[in-house]
């Protein structure tokens, strides 16, 4: 008997060996050869080359083998298989064998199956194609893979749910997920948190809707963004400062945030005058990102006094515009080597992104219009200036998007960029005309709209690399200083005593001091000596993650980096890039 164990157990690790090396292969019966409900939970193995059977079967959920002879054994051994090996309870209680949690390579055929099958979804329900991409879609197909893996195969139809379900269930589960959300924004609001907010319209369907994100670091000092709220305006109210101050309120309550806190919150938005208004009782700083945006169309206006050159330089993008049009309407585009960018009329990063996606392949886009007899689409498309004016504008659109982002601060940016732009809109020799009036438009623009509040320049000292404040007159950077003292004080009144591993400064005798005219009157050394001893540092910081870094100096500089949480969170989503898709009004 136990010889003819030894045999079964050789024989069965054989046909595992051959299995895993691809010799055989696993083959579900189907139709008229799956006479039996067994065979639900059971396939054959058969010889990879001509799907011959070799006389063993395997079960789909432990992996069990079998030997099996459809004219000598039948099915009995099969029906009488209970499956055993290492299980694991899944969420429900059932019994899930270990071998559930392991990875399988899927055949090709069975992929196709799976690709015949979208796209019968997508003629059938009439959906996008990209769907499959989705991970929704992904989450969705994974959960009925994971069920047919625990229960073998059952209908469709009995899992799937009613679609009055999923509608009650995505209304408990918003009310659940609502009221965590809240709870962790108002715990936020002891620290500092920011809100951005914007209105935009559905053109389409001529809807009006104000959008809410807050910003805020969590207590592993990552930077947390959550849409807090996206909500209807009142189409039958006129966009009023009063009327979408009501709304802000509102939506605010909503979440829990009482009118009272609402003072603890920094508002960011762009410049229009009647959200400025409805946020003026309030912490408000307008969003960076805009105001480039806003520099550049304004640089690029016609008006009645605009220069003959500069209407030439207007017509130049106008023509770039009905170029793509064209291209993209008519097919020509697959004929390039890379596609064309058509723009968006509210963001000027889209117009430099047109204007590159026709500058770097003009000569091919030139020959595709010649084999079409359309050439003429391009005549005032002069590659000279479209290249002069496209390398122009490729800096402010880095700068846009570098402010733009929503998983790190970015209010050290803000004067850096500044400063960056500025000198880059000075007078260059051999500037063409028009060329010489874009520069000075933008700079008088930048200086007019651009405003650099103590905030940021906080934000930049607060930045290792760039705590001097070089950018600065020594008048402007002690008040800087002066002004991190202060939110020293505010967020740790008691006095410190700084680690024993950092070296005190020797005290400065009175008068030698540079900056002692606008030093803060407080007596309390231990705050000033904080300031000092991050302004004397030295500190290896590769410039990525700034929060790590304050985290990482939480010991050294205890109550200085309170200040850089609050700064952080409260302010460091200026330009959190959560402009909702739509018009900006």
């Not at 009501?246 to 938005?269: C, N, T, W, Y």
Request: glycine share 4%.
């Amino acid at each position: 008997h136990n010889k003819n164990k030894e045999i079964k157990v050789k024989m069965e690790d054989e046909v595992r060996e051959k299995l895993r090396s691809g010799i055989y292969i696993i083959k579900r019966k189907k139709g008229q050869a799956a006479k039996s409900n067994v065979w639900d939970r059971f396939s054959e193995i058969v010889a990879a080359g001509d799907n011959s059977s070799i006389g063993y079967v395997k079960c789909n959920s432990c992996e069990k083998i079998y030997k099996h002879e459809s004219h000598k054994t039948g099915t009995s051994s099969m029906s009488r298989h209970i499956c055993g090996g290492s299980k694991k309870k899944d969420d429900s209680g059932t019994s899930q064998n270990i071998t559930a949690f392991l990875k399988s390579k899927v055949p090709a055929h069975v992929k196709s199956e799976v690709t015949d099958a979208c796209v019968e979804l997508c003629c059938r329900d009439l959906r996008p194609f990209d769907i499959v991409s989705g991970d929704g879609f992904q989450t969705v197909a994974q959960c009925l893979i994971n069920i047919g893996s625990r229960y073998g195969r059952v209908d469709a139809s009995s899992v799937l749910p009613h679609r009055q379900t999923v509608c009650d269930r995505a209304k408990s589960t918003a009310k659940e997920k609502k009221e965590i959300l809240s709870k962790k924004i108002n715990q936020a609001l002891d620290c500092g948190i920011a809100i951005t907010t914007d209105m935009w319209t559905d053109e389409f369907n001529k809807r009006a809707y104000t959008a809410f994100t807050g910003h805020f670091i969590n207590d592993d000092w990552k930077l947390e963004s959550r849409v807090i709220s996206t909500a209807e305006f009142d189409s039958t109210l006129k966009k009023t400062a009063h009327n979408i101050h009501e709304q802000i309120i509102k939506e605010l309550h909503d979440f829990g945030i009482e009118p009272a806190r609402i003072s603890k919150v920094m508002f960011v938005s762009d410049q229009g005058a009647n959200i400025k208004a409805a946020l003026r009782s309030y912490k408000w700083m307008p969003c960076t990102a805009h105001v480039i945006n806003i520099v550049l169309k304004h640089t690029f206006d016609v008006k009645e006094n605009t220069p003959p050159y500069m209407r030439d330089v207007s017509d130049i993008i106008a023509k770039c515009k009905s170029l793509v049009t064209y291209l993209k309407k008519s097919g020509t585009v697959v004929q390039l080597p890379h596609t064309v960018t058509q723009e968006c009329e509210t963001r000027w990063n889209s117009k430099v992104a047109m204007m590159q996606s026709i500058s770097k392949q003009y000569r091919e886009i030139q020959q595709a219009l010649q084999e079409k007899d359309q050439l003429h689409r391009m005549d005032g498309i002069q590659l000279d200036v479209l290249n002069t004016v496209t390398e122009f504008l490729l800096p402010f659109k880095t700068a846009s998007e570098e402010m733009e982002g929503d998983t790190y601060p970015t209010i050290q940016l803000v004067v850096l960029w500044f400063f960056k732009l500025k000198k880059h809109c000075e007078p260059q020799y051999g500037d063409p005309e028009y060329m010489v009036y874009i520069r000075a438009q933008a700079t008088q623009l930048l200086n007019e709209k651009m405003s650099i509040s103590v905030t940021h320049k906080l934000g930049t000292f607060l930045c290792p690399r760039f705590k001097s404040l070089k950018m600065f007159q020594a008048e402007e950077r002690n008040a800087v200083y002066d002004q991190a003292r202060r939110l020293v004080r505010e967020f740790d009144s008691a006095p410190l005593t700084p680690p024993a591993s950092v070296r005190e400064p020797e005290p400065v005798p009175p008068g030698e001091d540079e900056f002692s005219e606008w030093e803060d009157d407080s007596e309390d050394v231990a705050e000033r000596d904080e300031v000092q001893r991050y302004i004397e540092g030295q500190f290896f910081w590769d410039g990525e993650d700034i929060l790590s870094f304050w985290q990482s100096q939480s010991i050294a500089f205890p109550v200085l980096a309170k200040p850089q949480a609050h700064q952080a969170s409260a302010h460091s989503a200026l330009l959190a890039g959560c402009w909702s898709p739509g018009e900006i009004d």
